[in-house]
Every structure is written in C-alpha cells, then in structure tokens.
C-alpha cells in the first residue's frame, strides 16, 4: 500500500495504496497479525476517486492500478487515465516513490516511507518521518504517528470485506510555489487518515483524508482481479 502526502498551491493530503495481500485468514473475525506480505504479478485493482481542494478542483474518476513487480522493488503501475506515476515499495511495505491523490503528479521520497510495522495486527503504533521531493523545488518534511485500530468490516463498490482499520496524524511543513508567481513560499499543518485494508483483496479497499486548510479527498474500490 502506498502512503502518499500532497501538496497544492498550500494544500496537503494523502492517499495510501496497500501492499500485496498478508498470508491470513480473513474469514476469522479475528484475524492473525500480519507478519508478511504476498506478492502476485498481474493483480489489478480499480478505484474511484473523490478529491476537494481548498482552492480549485481535485482529482475525480476512476483508475485501475495492475502489480507489475514483486520482492524489494514491488511496483504498482497506473492505467494513466488519472494517474502518471508508479507506485513503489519493498516487501516490507516501505515506500520510496508514488503520486499526488489531489493532482496525480510523481512524488519521490528522500527516505523510505513506512507503510506499515510489521507485525501488523490491532494495537500496533509507530512513528514516522517523512521527505519529499516533487520537483522545481517543492516538497515537504515531517512527522506522524500510525496505530492499527482494529479489524472491521466494510463494504465499496466491489464488495464487503474485512479490514484492519488504520489511522495516521502528521504534522507537515512544506514549501510550494505561489500560485501565478515563480516565489516559493513555506507552510505548515496537520493532516489527518484514515485506511481500511483487506487481506482478501491485498491493499486498502477505502481511504478518507483531510487536512487543515478543508482540503478533503477519498478513494474506493470498485473492481478487483486477483491472480492465484
């Protein structure tokens, strides 16, 4: 799954598109840690986005996301209807480049951004940091705190399933170019999300987020196929 932070014109939100599905039993009601997670090339993944910004419009519609690659350089590639950039990650779940949920512009982190602390299971917390890079000198930095709150079951477009409920809270400081001018001006405020991955569908089948300057987007699934 990714964890992806966006700015706009002052704007900040996030989008998480899961790792490959862990080896559990979704069908428990309570399901075992998550102490792996699988990879299967050819699994493919559509979703439908809904993005507000402060100021302007965000990124709505539908994309579908296809598993290219597996092991340290697991790569998730957009169809481009929406999105341009690849989503990358190591098998454990650390990200090091992905997309703006808000715009679709490539991201790159400076460091490896963690998705996730394995073992994976309700009650798990961690802290991470996170470093930037989106080009012409934009970008941001900061800190958040993760906790896996518990297994609930949801139900999207393609399905009802049960998820390991995840929320984050991040404190961010960005710099970004005025909008009209080429002056970059810096800003800091919180974003907040929410995350609901599935084992059986291998990657967070709906998000919610929302930051400090009303900026809002979502994302749900809404067909999947799923290689053996």
């Known amino acids: 799954m990714q964890f992806t932070l966006v700015l706009m014109a002052g704007a900040l939100s996030v989008?998480?598109?899961?790792?490959?599905?862990?080896?559990?039993?979704?069908?428990?009601?309570?399901?075992?840690?998550?102490t792996?997670?699988?990879?299967?090339?050819?699994?493919?993944?559509?979703?439908?986005?809904?993005?507000?910004?402060?100021?302007?419009?965000?990124?709505?519609?539908?994309?579908t996301w296809t598993r290219t690659a597996c092991g340290d350089h697991a790569v998730l590639h957009p169809s481009g209807k929406l999105i341009k950039a690849d989503v990358v990650a190591d098998s454990a779940?650390?990200?090091?480049?992905?997309?703006?949920?808000?715009?679709?512009?490539?991201?790159?982190y400076n460091k490896p951004f963690p998705w996730g602390?394995?073992?994976?299971a309700p009650g798990t917390s961690w802290d991470s940091a996170v470093d930037v890079d989106m080009g012409s000198g934009?970008?941001?930095?900061?800190?958040?705190?993760?906790k896996a709150v518990g297994w609930e079951t949801v139900t999207v477009p393609a399905g009802t399933y049960l998820c390991l409920r995840k929320e984050v809270k991040m404190d961010v400081e960005y710099v970004?170019?005025?909008?009209?001018?080429?002056?970059?001006n810096s800003v800091s405020g919180t974003y907040q999300e929410t995350t609901w991955y599935s084992p059986d569908a291998r990657?967070?089948?709906?998000?919610?987020?929302s930051d400090t300057f009303g900026n809002?987007?979502?994302r749900e699934l809404t067909a999947l196929t799923l290689k053996s």
């Open 117 to 120: 602390h394995l073992p994976l």
């Open 36 to 63: 792996s997670f699988a990879c299967n090339v050819g699994d493919a993944w559509t979703f439908q986005y809904a993005g507000k910004l402060a100021i302007g419009s965000g990124l709505n519609g539908s994309e």
């Open 216 to 218: 809002t987007a979502s």
């Open 15 to 34: 989008v998480v598109i899961g790792a490959a599905a862990p080896a559990t039993n979704p069908s428990a009601t309570n399901p075992p840690a998550i």
């Open 138 to 146: 934009r970008g941001y930095t900061g800190s958040g705190h993760w």
């Open 93 to 108: 779940g650390n990200y090091s480049s992905g997309y703006s949920v808000l715009t679709g512009v490539a991201q790159n």
């Open 176 to 184: 970004y170019t005025v909008p009209g001018t080429s002056r970059m």
């Open 203 to 209: 990657i967070d089948v709906k998000s919610t987020s």
